[in-house]
Nanobody, 117 residues
Framework: EVQLVESGGGLVQPGGSLRLSCAAS????????MSWVRQAPGKGLEWVSH????????SYADSVKGRFTISRDNAKNTLYLQMNSLKPEDTAVYYC??????????WGQGTQVTVSS
């Protein structure tokens, strides 16, 4: 069974940084594009960032562009999200998701990020 396990969330002050990780297993990680998606309290899902299977193409939501960096290590079957200059509005549960064609077919359990002083 495909597994996606996020880690690295926590409480950070505004302006701080966190790096999220998503450990993937039971599928050929290097063959699939991946995304980070978040859900703030009381709000719907918001797409954050996307990376193609090889890691050479990335895209970001306007709300995080210039502050977040998505990357992947296919040798380690791991997806990352480096988050800098964090703002209170970045507070959310962050999910990694596996993309199959045009849909997300597997999601992780999520990791909580709280930005607060």
């Amino acid at each position: 069974e495909v597994q996606l396990v996020e880690s690295g969330g926590g409480l950070v002050q505004p302006g701080g940084s966190l790096r999220l990780s998503c450990a993937a297993s039971e599928f050929t990680f290097s063959s699939y594009a991946m995304s980070w998606v978040r859900q703030a309290p009381g709000k719907g899902l918001e797409w954050v960032s996307h990376i193609n299977n090889g890691g050479g193409t990335t895209s970001y939501a306007d709300s995080v562009k210039g502050r977040f960096t998505i990357s992947r290590d296919n040798a380690k079957n791991t997806l990352y999200l480096q988050m800098n200059s964090l703002k209170p509005e970045d507070t959310a549960v962050y999910y990694c998701a596996k993309l199959r064609w045009t849909e997300y077919d597997y999601w992780g359990q999520g990791t909580q990020v709280t930005v607060s002083s």
